[in-house]
């Protein structure tokens, strides 16, 4: 799928060439002087008219008419040299994959020294075009009868590079694609209904990816989870026809089971809210109330991929949240795995109840560090829009470490903070030791303040996703519906960790 090669001449046959094309004074240098040469001048003519433009994210092609081997080329606009990140890098592949998607192509060339500057190297151009590839050319297939897929899509793609190591230019590519490729597949579990992904569809989903990467993995059965006790998640599911599944994947990367990471993902295939019912608007899209679930799950597959050495166990609680003769009630009073009682005041304050257990769960499992991903509350919504996810912690070190990833990764990431005040709400109740909704005011802080009760000294970071798992704009990177948000921010936070001294 990957090739780098050296020594690009015009006799080189592609279906596309892609060369960057920076906004500075001097416009042909190198390569570049030479194909204008081919085309007697005429290239720079078409820059200087604009039909060819430097600007960022402009994509503009032009054909070859048999002068050169290949058929096309694309010019991709880089802004000014001094302005180029790995993000904006990114942005402008995805604006690129996504304008080639629709023309038919199976092959395409870069010419990589093109889209390099002093402090962009080609292996972060490669790592760039390997992610944006993956990412902006993402398409959820969905279930008409006819689809309108085109006939050929890019599979392949080529690097001519002379100054940079191949080998290394390779592998970033690789490692690019893998994180686009873990981000698509957690898009697709949230982009499928609730219908045709039940928990038990989940949990065969993570055997699936225990098989391919040899995981470890544990699927409690509604049994088991009766039998350790964990009446939250429990309580949750009781309304409902689909059996509840508590999914376990582990991954051993040391020689021995310390350092444990523990990632937490909400696993909620459908939140009708429960008796608590939404409105006819509000419970749409509730399909992707398992985006956490979907982050974590993605995630692991970035970590079968490149093996970083870090433990890490993923423990998804999942169910649907419904309604029936049988379903939790406000009022009720459950027992947790850790043994707190908890007071229902709302049943769809669902997440933290399954979150509840499934922390206390992971720490069973030895975690010693726990980030959790979760589509949690309408307040994060609120508080920081659409495009910031909210976090909250009992450990700013750890936090630390969660932000600079999320920063590497290009997800934003904003902390909301957990004050005495807010832990006093989540503990009033006259009848148990919590409550699950104490009050309209501020969800996002009580939810996440209710989850570090589980978390209790363990280092933790909450990660409220119900603003960012899904979006209605497409973007430079995808398409709209799901975003696999928290995928790559868990992957790299993962690969990056250093453990904490204690
Ligand atoms: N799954 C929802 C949160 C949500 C809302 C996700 C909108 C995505 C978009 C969660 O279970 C929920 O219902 N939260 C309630 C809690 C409240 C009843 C205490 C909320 O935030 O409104
Ligand atoms: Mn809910
Ligand atoms: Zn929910």
């Known amino acids: 799928m990957f090739d780098v090669k050296t020594e690009f001449n015009f006799s080189n046959e592609h279906e596309g060439l892609v060369i960057g094309l920076f906004d500075r004074p001097e416009k042909f240098t190198g390569l570049l002087a030479k194909v204008d040469e081919l085309f007697d001048g005429q290239l720079r003519e078409l820059v200087k008219s604009g039909d060819i433009s430097p600007k960022f994210k402009r994509i503009n092609k032009i054909h070859t008419f048999g002068k050169m081997g290949v058929k096309r080329i694309w010019f991709v606009g880089l802004g000014k040299e001094k302005e180029l990140s790995f993000e904006k890098a990114r942005d402008a592949f995805g604006q690129l994959f996504k304008t080639i998607k ?23 151009a490669a790592h760039a075009a390997g992610e944006a590839f993956a990412l902006a050319t993402y398409e959820f297939k969905g279930y008409k009868q006819k689809s309108n897929e085109p006939e050929k899509s890019l599979k392949s793609l080529t690097i001519y590079s002379d100054s940079f190591d191949q080998e290394e230019l390779k592998a970033s590519l690789t490692v690019g694609y893998a994180f686009g490729k873990g981000t698509n597949s957690a898009r697709t579990l949230v982009n499928t209904p609730g219908n045709l992904l039940t928990a038990s569809d989940m949990a065969d989903y993570a055997k699936e990816l225990a098989t391919t990467y040899d995981f470890e993995v544990e699927i409690l059965e509604k049994t088991e989870i009766e039998n350790l006790g964990m009446g939250a998640f429990l309580a949750v599911n009781q309304g409902s026809t689909e059996p509840p599944k508590m999914i376990v994947l582990k991954y051993q990367g040391k020689d021995d089971w310390k350092d444990v990471i523990g990632l937490v993902g909400k696993g909620i295939t459908f939140d009708t809210g429960g008796y608590s019912i939404k409105t006819k608007s509000g419970i749409v899209g509730m399909k992707s109330d398992m985006g956490g679930a979907a982050a974590v799950l993605g995630a692991m597959e970035i970590i079968g991929e490149l093996k970083p050495e870090q433990n890490v166990v993923a423990v998804i609680p999942s169910t649907d949240n419904m309604i029936s003769g049988s379903a939790f009630k406000p009022d009720d009073v459950i027992t947790s ?31 010693e560090y726990l980030v959790d991903v979760a589509t949690l509350t309408g307040g994060v919504i609120t ?22 990833a999320s920063k590497e990764a290009g997800e934003r990431i904003w902390q909301l903070p957990m004050f005495d005040t807010e832990i006093e709400r989540v503990r009033n109740s006259k009848v148990a030791d919590l409550n699950n909704s104490p009050g309209s005011e501020g969800h996002a802080l009580v939810a996440g303040a209710f989850i570090a009760e589980f978390a209790e000294e363990t280092p933790w970071v909450h990660l409220d996703i119900a603003g960012t798992a899904t979006t209605s704009k497409e973007s430079d990177l995808g398409p709209a519906g799901a975003t696999g948000v928290m995928t790559r921010t868990l992957a790299l936070f993962v690969e990056r960790f250093e453990p904490i001294e204690k």
Do not use: C, P, W
């Open 383 to 404: 508080a920081l829009g659409l495009h910031t996810t909210g976090v909250m912690t009992n450990h700013e070190q750890l936090y630390e470490q969660v932000l600079e």
């Open 337 to 367: 795995m850790s043994g707190k009682t908890i007071e229902v005041l709302n049943t769809d304050a669902e997440g933290r109840l399954v979150l509840a257990d499934a922390v206390t769960y992971a720490k069973h499992h030895g975690a």
């Open 102 to 124: 629709k023309g038919n192509l199976e092959e395409l060339a870069f010419l990589l020294e093109s889209f390099t500057t002093e402090e962009f190297n080609g292996q972060d």
